[in-house]
């Protein structure tokens, strides 16, 4: 079993619509949760950082963390055709640093205008 | 603020050929820095990362080898390359656990 599991897509919605990105996870001792967001041919941005279980909302962006199924979220509320990207999760045990940091393969999601 | 810079953003070259790519962060000082690769399909892959000048650390044996000659400067080598070190290589760096990635290098071998 990979540690992280995320669906590559590609996910189409139409715009407006509510978007749910989802991350599985087999490491108990992954505390330290982040989603990224990659444009074609780009670097990935950092988009949400949170730690262990709970909500974090950030505009229209929502994380999700639930340690006891080992299951993240990310939650895009009114989707832009600007959102149409790569959407990788990470995570770590540990925030001090990126060596131990995991990463999904990321999943590929299209806005329809 | 701090901002990270790669370069060149895209090149191709012939098999065989030596490669250097440069990253840089301004803005801060002793940052963690670490050389990923992204190829289709396999994600992100740790290459190497350092902890201040002189100090790498490899996660991945290969054709490739990082040097960090000054405290925000980070270089990815090769030289010889292979077929299958293309790839979009992204340089991070990382304040506390979060990493924050430059613009990416994609590298072609023919």
């Known amino acids: 079993q990979k540690e992280v599991e995320q669906d590559p897509g590609p996910l189409s919605v139409p715009e407006g619509a509510i978007v749910s990105l989802n991350c599985t996870y087999s490491?108990?001792?992954?505390?330290?949760f982040m989603w990224y967001r990659q444009y074609s041919r780009k670097g990935p941005e950092l988009l949400m950082y949170?730690?262990?279980?709970g909500n974090k909302e950030d505009g229209r962006f929502t994380a999700q963390v639930d340690k006891s199924s080992k299951y993240i979220s990310l939650f895009i509320r009114d989707s832009q055709p600007s959102d149409s990207a790569t959407y990788l999760c990470?995570?770590?045990?540990?925030?001090?640093?990126?060596?131990?940091?995991?990463f999904g393969k990321g999943t590929h999601l299209i806005i329809q205008p | 603020s701090q901002t990270i810079h790669q370069w060149p953003a895209t090149l191709v070259q012939p098999v065989g050929s030596p490669l250097s790519l440069e990253c840089t962060v301004e803005?801060?000082?002793?940052?963690?820095l670490y050389w990923y690769r992204q190829a289709a399909g396999r994600g992100l892959q740790l290459l190497f990362y350092?902890?201040?000048?002189?100090?790498i650390s490899s996660e991945v044996p290969q054709n490739l080898s990082a040097s960090r000659p000054q405290d925000r400067q980070f270089i990815l080598s090769s030289k010889k390359l292979l077929l299958s070190d293309s790839g979009f290589y992204l340089c991070?760096?990382?304040?506390?656990?979060?990493?924050?990635f430059g613009e990416g290098s994609r590298l072609t071998v023919l």
């Open positions: 990470a995570m770590s045990d540990s925030g001090g640093g990126a060596d131990g940091l995991t």
């Open positions: 949170t730690y262990s279980s």
């Open positions: 490491n108990s001792a992954f505390q330290y």
């Open positions: 803005g801060t000082s002793n940052p963690n």
């Open positions: 350092s902890v201040g000048i002189g100090q």
């Open positions: 991070a760096w990382t304040p506390s656990g979060e990493l924050f």
